[in-house]
């Protein structure tokens, strides 16, 4: 691509953060190195400046010469991504059928997609000499605002702050801060922050001596078997993670970079420790909960290669590495490894597509694997590893059913699980009350005219929220007061059914003197809020826990003897084609929490439904019987991983504009299909209004991967030209994990 004719000006193919599936044609500017691929350059695009990222380098374009603009300036010297990562992006782009600047978009951090420079500068502020005379406790009779910025910067020191986490820590400093200008008893300067240090981790510490199993699992794991992936299979406690440390450590004694995929960050901090404190390294952290420079700072530790040990959440599969070794997926299965808007991928399927980019091992390791993983071992794709025990000598969880229509609940409880809750407290077990509703109730029903409280936005309920006073969709955010009387007849209302809440309410009054702690997304929204909970748990603090999913994932309490899961039944009659495999994932990863060390656990599991097909096979069987049953019945009925989906969703403010751009697709679809493709649709979403819009989708199914993504490229040109899409908000979501 470097040796361009110099005869001819060459074209930059620059990628733009816009919704359009092409690639802009920009010359370089008229002095100066040529930017090469990988490079941001800011361009005029139609009114607005915009920066853009040079994907490659052409000898002319398909616009006419005085049509075609020079970019304006050039943002990078050298590129900031390196071939291998343009690779991914264009995987990404055209696997995902999604504009390639939006892809683009997605990879980098917000401070690069703006344009800022790798090494930006931040704003800082310090207490000045005449700050630190001051009488702070006299300034705070007159101006409390001000002492305690004041203090706050002494605090600091004479380094400063950042003004980012000033702003975290008193978010309206700005406001006082003019008057301690003036004064001269604050200043503000631009430093650079501090960059990555590796070193921060403590000494390495030496882990267990590996069991048989997990001695055979390594091995495999070292071996050179040529396959697509690892999929290691253990059970909850089984040791996954200590033989995930042996091929990191392998890999970076060879002087290589691993990269590890996390579902949550703020759910694992104890396997960022664990890490840190086995491996002796700091790892470079890539997550949500990160302000932007300190996204930035790690982002650029993995891509110098300062960083060995890059651990993230789903988008840090983009991240570029001076030298990949290694790629772990923690918890394949988790959902969260699925953007479930705008770019939908899968960052769990992109690093397996990148570890083949790069000749590198994938492992990916869960207790549950989802089916499309064991297919692909079953075909011989991939090569499955199991572990089959816990390690260390813990038990395996027993399951009971508790039948509740013949034991009646109260309050969601029913007289078996309270009696199971107080023998285990008794016992100083913990125990850990799951349900996967938070709030304290999903209903609002008058008890009179039977109005039902409902979302005047979506075809949803309102969820109580007695703590706060507050009715809540839990779908749009819209929020109203909770008031005693019905808002259609004015007679009393009540709460019908439990959330996280109310089971707090109810244990606390029935096991009194007994700590209770909720965890669950209402209670963990400050920052560090649930790390701190986490710890309290984790030390025994709490004795009764309750909580959602959130609760369910991969923590380890050691006192936790019984798992009590409240409303099984979600799952029983679901009407997606996943229901069975998620609901066995979900209970199966929960139940897992229990009995880790040396108490035995024990598992009840409320259901209404006791003879169900699915409770004798999970209980028998486990979750390997469920999976096998469940892949058996996807073959028969065609469902995948033995057939591929794509589906197209829109959303208008009115019905007929949703489907009728969904018509356009359909008629498409079905002059292109072959005899492999079925079209489903347009049909409304399961949940037909959300937020106001009108929601409708059209389903592609096909056994022929290739033909499937040539329609999908088509359609995506004509329905992003197609009149009718300009009244609609619309996607297409490829493997979606979703069916609504
Ligand atoms: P998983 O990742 O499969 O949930 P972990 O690696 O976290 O399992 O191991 C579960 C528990 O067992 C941890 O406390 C861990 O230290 C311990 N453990 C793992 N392997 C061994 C072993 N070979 N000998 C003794 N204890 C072990
Ligand atoms: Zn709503």
Redesign the pocket.
């Known amino acids: 691509m470097s040796d361009i004719p110099n005869s001819q000006t060459p074209v930059l193919k620059v990628a733009v953060n816009v919704p359009l599936s092409r690639e802009f044609d920009y010359l370089p500017p008229a002095d100066g190195p040529l930017p090469a691929p990988g490079c941001r350059v800011e361009i005029q695009f139609g009114p607005r400046r915009q920066v853009g990222l040079v994907l490659g380098h052409a000898g002319g374009s398909d616009l006419a010469p005085g049509k075609i603009r020079r970019c304006t300036a050039v943002l990078d010297s050298s590129p900031l991504l390196s071939d291998e990562a343009l690779r991914l992006i264009r995987f990404t782009s055209d696997y995902y059928h999604h504009p390639i600047g939006e892809v683009v978009a997605a990879a980098l951090p917000a401070l690069l997609r703006q344009g800022k420079p790798l090494h930006p500068s931040v704003e800082m502020l310090a207490i000045s000499d005449t700050g630190e005379a001051v009488d702070i406790e006299t300034l705070a009779k007159r101006a409390p605002r001000q002492a305690e910025l004041l203090e706050t910067l002494l605090d600091a020191g004479g380094d400063g702050l950042e003004a980012d986490e000033l702003t975290e820590q008193l978010p309206h400093w700005r406001r006082v801060a003019k008057a301690l200008f003036e004064k001269g008893l604050i200043t503000r300067f631009d430093a650079r922050p501090a960059d990555f240090d590796e070193t921060l981790a403590p000494a390495a510490t030496p882990g267990?001596?590996?069991?048989k199993d997990?001695v055979a699992a390594l091995k495999t794991l070292r071996g050179d078997k040529d396959v697509g992936a690892f999929l290691l299979e253990?059970v909850?406690?089984?040791?996954?993670?200590?033989v995930y440390l042996r091929r990191m450590q392998d890999v970076i004694d060879l002087g290589q970079q691993v990269l590890v995929l996390v579902p949550e960050i703020g759910l694992t901090p104890q396997l960022v420790s664990r890490l840190r404190k086995r491996l002796g390294i700091e790892p470079a952290l890539l997550h949500s909960g990160l302000s932007d420079i300190e996204r930035l700072t790690a982002w650029r530790a993995a891509r110098s290669g300062a960083a060995r040990l890059v651990v993230g959440t789903r988008s840090a599969i983009f991240t570029p590495l001076k030298n990949p070794g290694l790629i772990i997926v923690d918890e394949e299965h988790d959902h969260s490894f699925k953007q479930q808007e705008g770019l939908r991928y899968s960052a769990r399927d992109l690093a397996i597509v990148r570890a083949k980019h790069l000749d590198i091992s994938v492992v990916l390791g869960t207790a549950t694997p989802t089916l499309e993983m064991l297919h692909h071992c079953r075909s011989g794709a991939y090569e499955l590893v199991r572990?089959p025990t816990r390690?260390?000598g813990a038990r395996p969880p027993t399951l009971h059913l508790v039948d509740t229509v013949r034991s009646p609940l109260t309050d969601g409880i029913s007289e078996p699980l309270a009696a199971a809750i107080k023998r285990h407290l008794n016992a100083d077990g913990q125990v850990l009350i799951f349900l996967n509703r938070r709030g304290f109730a999903p209903t609002l029903i008058c008890s009179s005219c039977g109005h039902i409280a409902g979302c005047e936005r979506c075809d949803s309920r309102l969820t109580v929220h007695a703590r706060s006073r507050q009715l809540r969709c839990h779908h749009c955010g819209f929020t109203r007061p909770l008031t005693p009387n019905c808002s259609e007849c004015g007679e009393t209302v009540k709460p019908l059914g439990e959330g996280t809440e109310r089971l707090e309410e109810a244990l606390c009054e029935r096991f009194p003197g007994r700590t209770v702690m909720r965890i669950d997304s209402d209670t963990t929204q400050r920052k560090g809020a649930m790390i701190d909970a986490l710890d309290q748990a984790r030390a025994g603090e709490a004795e009764i826990l309750i909580g959602t999913q959130m609760l369910s994932k991969g923590h380890?309490f050691p006192d936790l003897s019984l798992v009590g899961i409240v409303n099984a039944d979600q799952g029983l009659f679901g009407t997606d084609f996943r229901s069975g495999e998620r609901m066995a994932q979900s209970i199966v990863q929960v139940a897992g929490r229990a009995g880790?060390e040396k108490r035995a656990g024990e598992v009840l599991i409320q259901t209404a439904f006791p003879e169900h097909v699915f409770w004798s096979t999970l209980i028998n069987g486990g979750y390997e019987q469920v999976a096998d049953e469940a892949l058996a019945e996807r073959e028969a009925t065609r469902w995948p991983p033995f057939t591929r989906l794509a589906l197209i969703r829109s959303a208008a403010h009115q019905r007929e504009d949703a489907i009728r751009f969904l018509e356009v697709a359909q008629r498409s679809a079905q002059e292109f299909c072959g005899d492999n493709l079925r079209v489903l649709g347009p049909v409304d979403a399961p949940m037909a209004r959300k937020a106001g819009r009108h929601r409708a989708q059209l389903l592609l199914q096909s056994s022929d991967r290739r033909g499937l993504h040539a329609l999908l490229r088509e359609l995506r040109q004509l329905l992003e030209q197609a009149p009718a899409a300009r009244k609609v908000r619309w996607s297409i979501d490829v493997d979606p994990i979703e069916l609504f």
């Open positions: 267990p001596t590996l069991n997990q253990g909850t406690g089984s040791g996954k993670t200590e572990l390690a260390g380890h880790r």
